[in-house]
């Protein structure tokens, strides 16, 4: 990073950087940077589609507060948030650690843990919705085979929620992957070295292995953190509707909703601005809360 | 037996106890997917099929052909179904093609755009490259949700809704992910060669072509696998920009085909699922030293 941001050693001029940059320079400016503006500019419209963008001021921006939906999937997003991400990030490095293990097929493990998290969340959405069907599915025949007599998973409004973190946590095989080679870094030393001084695993696991991949934990969470305000397409075909009393209607839904049911799409720009805003502010607190807890080698 | 070979067995139980929890849902995909409709009803929990030696005729029936109105065995008659591959009401042969359509020529635009602005961060020095890096990277932290809206109006004034183009044209613009993975791994390409192939007379674009391009081949195919998988589950893009069943891709495609049933045939429904993850799994199966950890995180390292 250093040697990029030198001056120094400059040797081509600025006008070939942008030549070979252009590129993406052109994209980020008709692809991103004009619809963000457009969007800004949106939210203070009535814009059905059809007729002129009439400018109405904050109005959206206001109604926004007042609008109890936005608080149901704002909590809704959060709580799943909340559940997914702790839960995924020890599930995560419990999986990589073990996965790390000097076993027999370990290849094979590897894929069958990773393979989940390729699929198309469509799929994953059809997938689960007949795993959690109440008489008929994997799940609860496989409780009943046990005795318990399994919820209605889907249908149940205490248990939308929980089925959804079940089939995000189906898909952790991508953030393993970058625990692995994390785990692949840590120096051998350094377990000599604790084992010299007499840790024993919980110590060696805690003081050395969990320091040493904490920047893979951060980069899972920053991205993990970007992704969860964006659940979309699993829940949708899961929960046409949004699910037994609204608990599983997330963000993204609610603003596709208004812009593309409703055709609200003023408001819509409104509600999306809220989540880049908030996605912004989630990923700034992440990398001011990492100067405390991440561990880079060297620094 | 020796503590440590104790140790390692419990270990090996663990992962396997583990990788049947993860295998689980896809076991049960392709067993439902092979089992008559009359089968799929039945309250007992069957990952192994009722019939195992009527496999080969189900499969066909539920994939391909369909079966015909029939009575069964207790003299009751059953009504039939269209296979999935020959439906009459959802064209799945058409939405492979569409998506292969947008997959190729959105993964060509996206390695050849991303390898050349990848150079221009990475081997072109000029002044202003790390403030334009940063830039770059922090675009990653734009979410598509956020400018759907706009887009759609965007794509809309071009001529593009009702086409595959809004699928596929921004793909020729670069993307940071890529862009960052294919920078780290050309700045482990020794400087030194770059600075003799200058003395010989190369200019930029003859040393992207001829020398890195060349050297950086293991990372490009990252980049095309990687957005070979992007494409193909890529779900919210078509459903906004997509309105007519004709283009419709796979993503969407299986989304449309449960409404169409009001999600009950489970042996279809799983059937259609099967046949838009298999091509990704067998791509993963040919290329999954590309995902697993090695060459494809290497770059991500500090």
């Known amino acids: ?24 320079l052109v994209g980020f400016a ?77 290849t094979l493990w590897r894929s069958v843990v990773f393979a989940p998290s390729l699929l198309p969340l469509v799929a994953v959405g059809i997938i689960w919705t007949w795993m959690f069907n109440a008489r008929f599915g994997l799940i609860n025949s496989a409780l009943a085979l046990v005795g318990i007599s399994g919820p209605t998973w889907l249908n149940d409004a205490s248990w939308a929620m929980p089925s959804v973190v079940i089939l995000g946590l189906w898909s952790i095989g991508h953030t393993v992957v970058v625990y692995l ?41 920053v991205v993990g953190l970007i992704f969860v305000w964006q659940i979309f397409a699993a829940p949708y075909v899961m929960f046409p509707g949004g699910g037994p009393q609204r608990n599983a209607y997330f963000y993204t839904m609610y603003v596709y909703d208004q812009a593309f049911a409703y055709r609200r799409f003023g408001y819509a720009c409104a509600l999306s601005w809220v989540q880049l805003l908030i996605i912004l502010a989630l990923t700034a607190v992440a990398f001011r809360s990492s100067r405390h807890w991440v561990h880079y080698r060297g620094a | 037996m020796k503590p440590q070979t104790a140790v390692r067995i419990f270990y090996l139980g663990l992962v396997v106890a583990a990788s049947l929890g993860f295998a689980a849902p896809l076991l049960w995909m392709v067993s439902t997917s092979l089992k008559p409709l009359e089968d799929v009803g039945t309250s007992r929990v069957a990952l192994v099929p009722v019939h195992p030696e009527r496999t080969g005729q189900y499969l066909w029936e539920n994939f391909y052909e369909g079966r015909p109105t029939f009575v069964d065995e207790q003299g009751v008659e059953r009504v039939g179904y269209e296979g999935v591959w020959t439906s009459d009401n959802v064209n799945f042969p058409l939405f492979l ?9 959105s993964v060509s635009g996206m390695v050849l755009s991303s390898a050349i602005v990848a150079y221009g961060f990475a081997k072109v020095r000029w002044r202003g490259r790390g403030v334009f890096f940063a830039i770059c990277l922090a675009t990653m932290m734009v979410p598509f949700p956020a400018i759907m809206v706009p887009s759609y109006f965007l794509f809309k004034w071009f001529g593009w809704i009702g086409t595959l183009q809004p699928l596929w044209v921004p793909a020729w613009f670069a993307n940071a992910f890529n862009v960052f993975l294919l920078r780290q791994f050309y700045l482990q390409i020794p400087e030194e060669l770059s600075d003799a192939a200058r003395i010989d007379g190369l200019s930029h674009w003859g040393i992207f072509w001829r020398i890195i391009l060349p050297l950086a081949r293991p990372a490009l195919a990252v980049v095309a696998v990687f957005h070979l998988t992007y494409v ?27 409404q169409q049933h009001g999600g009950t045939p489970w042996n279809l429904l799983m059937a259609a699922t099967t046949l838009t993850v298999a091509p990704l799994l067998i791509l993963f199966a040919l290329t999954q030293r590309f995902f697993l950890p090695g060459l494809a995180t290497s770059g991500l390292k500090g």
């Open chain 1, 181 to 221: 080679a994390g785990l692949q870094d840590v120096p051998r030393e350094l377990y000599e070295a604790s084992h010299l001084d007499g840790a024993g695993p919980w110590s060696r696991l805690w003081h050395v292995t969990l320091p040493m991949i904490s920047p893979a934990m951060f980069f899972n969470i």
């Open chain 2, 232 to 258: 193909w589950n890529d779900f919210l893009g078509p459903l906004v920009f997509l309105h007519h069943q004709h283009n419709f891709t796979l993503a969407l495609g299986l989304q449309f085909y449960m």
């Open chain 2, 97 to 105: 093609r569409n998506t292969l359509i947008v997959a190729v020529l």
């Open chain 1, 30 to 106: 008709v692809f991103v940077a004009v619809p963000i503006v457009l969007s800004g500019a949106l939210s203070f419209c009535e814009f059905d589609g059809i007729r002129r963008p009439v400018f109405i001021g904050l109005e959206h921006w206001r109604g926004l507060f007042a609008d109890p939906l936005v608080w149901k999937v704002l909590r809704n997003t959060a709580v799943y948030a909340a559940l997914a991400l702790p839960v995924g990030t020890v599930l995560g490095v419990a999986m990589a650690l073990l996965l790390n293990q000097p076993i027999p097929g370990q």
């Open chain 1, 1 to 24: 990073m250093k040697r990029t941001a030198a001056h120094s050693d400059a040797r081509d001029g600025v006008a070939c950087g942008l030549l070979w940059i252009s590129p993406w």
